[in-house]
């Protein structure tokens, strides 16, 4: 079993700052990739940015230089903290992780959680 809480998103004046937290619970399987997305109104979802082994991290173009993804493994979190924020950042955020299961049959399956509202607006 995998579960997925995300929280911290709400509304927040361009130029300023959110951080959003994922807390991950799971009974059996590896980890092998976490990550948050976003969907916007009338638009897919896109990645923001991706954490894997030896604390690798990816970011999408359009956040680079202003959000960090991070993680406290003793406390299963997952962290995105968000800075110098736009309109444009306004969406629903998910965090995702991806689990590899090697006993039993083999699987590698995605896992999301349900996401959290961030709305940038003055």
């Known amino acids: 079993q995998v579960h997925l809480e995300d929280s911290g998103g709400g509304l927040v004046q361009p130029g300023g700052s959110l951080r959003l937290s994922c807390a991950v619970s799971?009974?059996?399987?590896?980890?092998?990739?976490k990550g948050w997305y976003r969907q916007a109104p009338g638009k897919q979802r896109e990645l923001v940015a991706t954490?894997?082994?030896?604390?690798?991290?990816t970011y999408a173009d359009s956040v680079k230089g202003r959000f960090t993804i991070s993680e406290d493994s003793a406390k299963n979190m997952v962290y995105l903290q968000m800075n110098s924020l736009k309109p444009e950042d306004t969406a629903v955020y998910y965090c995702k992780a991806r689990v590899v299961r090697y006993s039993g049959p083999y699987s590698d399956l995605d896992y999301w959680g349900q996401g959290t509202q961030v709305t940038v607006s003055s």
């Open positions: 954490l894997a082994s030896h604390s690798r991290t």
């Open positions: 799971i009974s059996d399987g590896l980890i092998v990739n």
